[in-house]
């Protein structure tokens, strides 16, 4: 693939580092990013349905998505916007609820920078409360989960959304 997902997570570090460009101008990525009815085709492989609870995408919006957890019953991801700045960035706080206690909440920040020949380049930067939790989200599959996720962002990209 052309277009391959970077990870980076230091050693001792708090952080966590996704990078991945795409093949579309960036206000339409955004628009992937930051669209209800966007995210839930593309955010979870194909053979899983992913329902939007609420998102609110503005500075003290707050969101809730949706999904099968492997158990069978349902789980979220859910945070608090801090900032949306279209089409450049958006900062907020990411808590999976499918841990056996809640209160592990990362902040989130999701730059989007155009590059020449109408590509994104897109940076996912966590921000952990503890090397142990960046150590989980690591482990946790996902990368792996997107690569799956952002080709499926590709395809929809490719359509022009």
């Not at 990870?7 to 339409?28: M, N, Y």
């Not at 990362?106 to 940076?123: D, S």
Request: charged residues 25%; proline residues 4%; glycine residues 10%.
């Amino acid at each position: 693939m052309k277009n391959t997902i970077k990870v980076l997570a230091e050693p001792g570090k708090q952080e966590l580092f996704i990078t991945r460009e795409f093949d579309a101008e960036r206000e339409l990525v955004f628009r992937a990013f930051t669209e209800p009815e966007l995210l839930s085709i593309w955010f979870l492989p194909k053979e899983q349905k992913m329902r939007i609870g609420y998102m609110d995408c503005k500075a003290g919006g707050a969101y809730r998505f949706i999904m099968p957890g492997q158990d069978g019953n349902e789980v979220g991801i859910s945070g608090v916007m801090h900032e949306v700045l279209a089409p450049e960035r958006i900062i907020r706080t990411f808590e999976y609820e499918g841990l056996p206690e809640r209160g592990h909440v990362a902040l989130q920040k999701i730059l989007f920078a155009a590059l020449p020949g109408e590509k994104t380049m897109v940076t996912i930067h966590y921000i952990c409360e503890s090397v142990g939790y960046r150590d989980g989200l690591v482990n946790s599959g996902m990368e792996a989960h997107s690569v799956v996720v952002y080709n499926n962002l590709d395809e929809l990209l490719l359509k022009g959304l």
